[in-house]
């Protein structure tokens, strides 16, 4: 049967006009619709603050989210010019809110380096706020001019005098319903989380950040760059050297780098370029990375530290405890796109590997002890690495022809299509006996864990790999583990934890969560991980049954019955063993009725501090957290 033509011709093409790409296509601009695009409007409009920062013309920046959810931005820069656009006829600052790719960092001359590079960021935001108000302090005047949906209200124009002095600009908006659909809000943790690294690698700039939702307000000051970056992050860590920090310019390219090692077995490293998180790296991070390795190893074979015979050390084995940060300042960076996650300059990995391999060489040769320290705590990661890479050949699978059986006490589904199955991680044989025979087995596979995992926040991979639990839950996933992991193995779409409601239960699920957190990440950062809800009581009265899964459900739905008159009993389930297949079913398996979170890591920095903190050897640290906490816990079991 053939197809009928379809009508293509002139009238088919469409132009879009001004900001309309942007509102079609947001994901272009901003990277999508969801909480990190909402974030990252914020982050364009804070970049140019920090863009006259770098310029040397700003020293203070303010970022106040409102009551209505719409957000203020303010800095003591330059301000944005309002004169009339020879081109275009109509003010500078309305050109530069209303139109793509039109802004002062194309020159090179207005600003030497600069983070928003494409003047597309602050437009974009316009195009996707329901609406935005700009005020410009300049010439002893105040500037206003109003947008909704990207379209100007009226001209600029002058509603206030001011002291010639006091110059800056203030933009507050509010992102479009229409165009962010969801329910998602600013989170005011992921915000300060940023805005703080981004005081870091802009030493002398203050950022305060205010939150008038619930009247928290943080202010962000640090003299000492990238040095003071690294002893924050270590701070809850044994380290084995004092900072070691270069800075260079070299053919107007400015690089700053900090380097410890500390007894970890995690590498933290962040990558920054113009103050933009690259989060997926790019030729800066290459060049660190590279150079390191090389430092090392040249030390090591000229000390006598590493025998003929051995091998060099990989880059593996020098990044084990490493934490580092490399900024640089690029007249002219290449980002792989607009959101700016990863940098593209072939000359800063040179440049990088360069500046980094001259002072770090320089520094272990002035500093032996710390030099035999970093070369033993390589040595002892090659070794393990080995041990590792022998352990793993008898847990993955990593062929048809190599497959391991799967878990004996793997109760596996009948579905073999990833994007349909889930494996539900239980807690103890007798929760894990309820689920086999209550599950939906086409689709859903039950690996029960007996006892506690081991903490892998305190193990290298080796010792991991010994444990019974962890080589259970690596062969029924099918990813492999370190060096060898990868998700197209993975053989179910959805990892849930499902534990007691209780401390122990807890507890598990924090063990868990560090195992998928430091060698599993991609689960996470790919959505498959999730932790099941189980209910905490049934309230029962007449003929009716209520599974509650908070205090303030139970309290609510106790209120209305004593309200009515009506008699009732409450079941309090401390362990998921206390429900029957069926009642598991209906309340913490069924799709259609469960509740399921999802796991995601909003900071990986955070993250990384947080494990270190609550799971890691040192004690002190983790004592200040539950001495300041303590009196915030609720329905503590004991």
Same mark, same amino acid.
């Given at each position: 049967?053939?197809?009928?033509?379809?009508?293509?011709?002139?009238?088919?093409?469409?132009?879009?006009?001004?900001?309309?790409? $942007?509102?079609?296509?947001?994901?272009?601009?901003?990277?999508?619709?969801?909480?990190?695009?909402?974030?990252?409007?914020?982050?364009?409009?804070?970049?140019?603050?920090?863009?006259?920062?770098?310029?040397?013309?700003?020293?203070?920046?303010?970022?106040?989210?409102? %009551?209505?959810?719409?957000?203020?931005?303010?800095?003591?820069?330059?301000?944005?010019?309002?004169?009339?656009?020879?081109?275009?006829?109509?003010?500078?600052? %309305?050109?530069?809110?209303?139109?793509?790719?039109?802004?002062?960092?194309?020159?090179?001359?207005?600003?030497?380096?600069?983070?928003?590079?494409?003047? !597309?960021?602050?437009?974009?935001?316009?195009?996707?706020?329901?609406?935005?108000?700009?005020?410009?302090?300049?010439?002893?005047?105040?500037?206003?001019?109003?947008?909704?949906?990207?379209?100007?209200?009226?001209?600029?124009?002058? $509603?206030?005098?001011?002291?010639?002095?006091?110059?800056?600009?203030?933009?507050?908006?509010?992102?479009?319903?229409?165009?962010?659909?969801?329910?998602?809000?600013?989170?005011?943790?992921?915000?300060?989380?940023?805005?703080?690294?981004?005081?870091?690698?802009?030493?002398?700039?203050?950022?305060?950040?205010?939150?008038?939702?619930?009247?928290?307000?943080?202010?962000?000051?640090?003299?000492?760059?990238?040095?003071?970056?690294?002893?924050?992050?270590?701070?809850?860590?044994?380290?084995?050297?004092? !900072?070691?920090?270069?800075?260079?310019?070299?053919?107007?390219?400015?690089?700053?780098? #900090?380097?410890?090692?500390?007894?970890?077995?995690?590498?933290?490293?962040? #990558?920054?370029?113009?103050?933009?998180?690259?989060?997926?790296?790019?030729?800066?991070?290459?060049?660190?990375?590279?150079?390191?390795?090389? @430092?090392?190893?040249?030390?090591?074979?000229?000390?006598?530290?590493?025998?003929?015979?051995?091998?060099?050390?990989?880059?593996?084995?020098?990044?084990?405890?490493?934490?580092?940060?490399?900024?640089?300042?690029?007249?002219?960076?290449?980002?792989?796109?607009?959101?700016?996650?990863?940098? &593209?300059?072939?000359?800063?990995?040179?440049?990088?590997?360069? $500046?980094?391999?001259?002072?770090?060489?320089?520094?272990?040769?002035?500093?032996?002890?710390?030099?035999?320290?970093?070369?033993?705590?390589?040595?002892?990661?090659?070794?393990?690495?080995?041990?590792?890479?022998?352990?793993?050949?008898?847990?993955?699978?990593?062929?048809?022809?190599?497959? &391991?059986?799967?878990?004996?006490?793997?109760?596996?589904?009948?579905?073999?299509?990833?994007?349909?199955?889930?494996?539900?991680?239980?807690?103890?044989?007798?929760?894990?006996?309820? #689920?086999?025979?209550?599950?939906?087995?086409?689709?859903?596979?039950?690996?029960?864990?007996?006892?506690?995992?081991?903490?892998?926040?305190?193990?290298?991979?080796?010792?991991?790999?010994?444990?019974?639990?962890?080589?259970?839950?690596?062969?029924?996933?099918?990813?492999?583990?370190?060096?060898?992991?990868?998700?197209?193995?993975?053989?179910?779409?959805?990892?849930?934890?499902?534990?007691?409601?209780?401390?122990?239960?807890?507890?598990?699920?924090?063990?868990?969560?560090?195992?998928?957190?430091?060698?599993?990440?991609?689960?996470?950062?790919?959505?498959?991980?999730?932790?099941?809800?189980?209910?905490?009581?049934?309230?029962?009265?007449?003929?009716?049954?209520?599974?509650?899964?908070?205090?303030?459900?139970?309290?609510?739905?106790?209120?209305?019955?004593?309200?009515?008159? @009506?008699?009732?009993?409450?079941?309090?389930?401390?362990?998921?063993?206390?429900?029957?297949?069926?009642?598991?079913?209906?309340?913490?398996?069924?799709?259609?009725?469960?509740?399921?979170?999802?796991?995601?890591?909003?900071?990986?920095?955070?993250?990384?501090?947080?494990?270190? &903190?609550? &799971?890691?050897?040192?004690?002190?640290?983790?004592?200040?957290?539950?001495?300041?906490?303590?009196?915030?816990?609720?329905?503590?079991?004991?």
């Amino acid at each position: 049967m053939s197809k009928q033509p379809v009508s293509y011709n002139a009238n088919d093409i469409q132009v879009l006009e001004g900001l309309e790409a $942007v509102r079609r296509r947001p994901g272009m601009y901003v990277g999508g619709t969801d909480h990190k695009a909402l974030h990252h409007l914020i982050y364009e409009v804070v970049d140019n603050s920090i863009d006259e920062a770098l310029a040397g013309t700003c020293d203070l920046i303010s970022v106040t989210i409102n %009551e209505d959810e719409s957000v203020t931005v303010s800095d003591n820069g330059r301000g944005i010019p309002v004169d009339e656009h020879p081109g275009r006829k109509v003010s500078a600052l %309305e050109v530069v809110m209303t139109t793509l790719h039109a802004g002062g960092k194309f020159s090179g001359t207005s600003y030497k380096v600069s983070g928003g590079l494409h003047g !597309v960021g602050v437009s974009a935001v316009n195009a996707l706020s329901e609406w935005c108000e700009v005020e410009v302090n300049r010439d002893g005047k105040v500037y206003f001019q109003r947008y909704e949906k990207g379209l100007p209200q009226g001209p600029v124009k002058v $509603v206030a005098k001011a002291p010639k002095s006091q110059t800056g600009t203030t933009t507050t908006f509010k992102y479009d319903h229409t165009i962010f659909k969801g329910d998602e809000t600013y989170k005011f943790d992921t915000l300060s989380q940023r805005f703080r690294e981004m005081a870091f690698i802009t030493r002398g700039v203050t950022i305060r950040l205010e939150d008038k939702r619930n009247n928290t307000q943080f202010t962000y000051y640090f003299e000492g760059g990238v040095s003071s970056f690294v002893k924050y992050l270590n701070r809850n860590r044994d380290t084995l050297h004092d !900072v070691f920090s270069v800075e260079k310019e070299i053919d107007g390219i400015g690089i700053e780098a #900090a380097i410890q090692y500390t007894e970890s077995y995690s590498e933290l490293v962040y #990558a920054f370029a113009n103050t933009i998180n690259t989060i997926d790296g790019g030729t800066h991070l290459t060049g660190l990375r590279t150079a390191l390795t090389r @430092s090392i190893n040249d030390y090591a074979r000229k000390n006598n530290l590493l025998k003929d015979s051995d091998s060099n050390f990989s880059g593996d084995d020098t990044r084990e405890g490493l934490t580092a940060i490399i900024n640089i300042k690029h007249p002219d960076p290449q980002f792989e796109s607009q959101t700016k996650v990863k940098l &593209m300059n072939t000359e800063v990995q040179t440049y990088v590997q360069q $500046v980094v391999s001259d002072g770090f060489t320089s520094f272990l040769e002035q500093n032996p002890s710390a030099a035999r320290k970093i070369i033993q705590k390589c040595l002892t990661s090659a070794r393990a690495r080995d041990a590792a890479r022998k352990a793993r050949d008898l847990v993955i699978r990593k062929s048809a022809l190599e497959s &391991m059986t799967l878990p004996g006490k793997l109760a596996d589904c009948s579905e073999r299509d990833p994007h349909r199955t889930e494996l539900y991680i239980v807690e103890g044989d007798s929760a894990g006996g309820s #689920a086999k025979q209550g599950r939906d087995r086409h689709f859903q596979a039950i690996l029960p864990l007996r006892g506690k995992i081991l903490n892998t926040e305190r193990a290298r991979l080796d010792k991991i790999l010994a444990n019974r639990e962890v080589k259970a839950l690596i062969s029924a996933l099918g990813t492999g583990i370190g060096e060898g992991f990868s998700l197209e193995g993975l053989r179910y779409g959805r990892v849930i934890i499902m534990t007691d409601a209780d401390v122990d239960g807890s507890h598990i699920r924090t063990l868990l969560l560090t195992f998928f957190f430091r060698f599993m990440q991609e689960l996470i950062e790919k959505g498959h991980l999730f932790i099941a809800q189980p209910p905490l009581y049934l309230v029962t009265y007449g003929k009716e049954k209520h599974y509650l899964y908070s205090e303030a459900e139970r309290e609510a739905l106790i209120q209305k019955i004593t309200t009515n008159g @009506s008699r009732y009993t409450i079941q309090r389930y401390k362990g998921l063993g206390e429900m029957n297949p069926e009642q598991l079913w209906e309340t913490t398996m069924n799709p259609e009725k469960r509740t399921l979170l999802g796991v995601s890591i909003e900071d990986a920095a955070e993250a990384d501090r947080t494990f270190d &903190m609550l &799971m890691g050897s040192k004690v002190p640290p983790r004592r200040r957290f539950i001495q300041t906490h303590a009196k915030e816990v609720r329905n503590l079991d004991v």
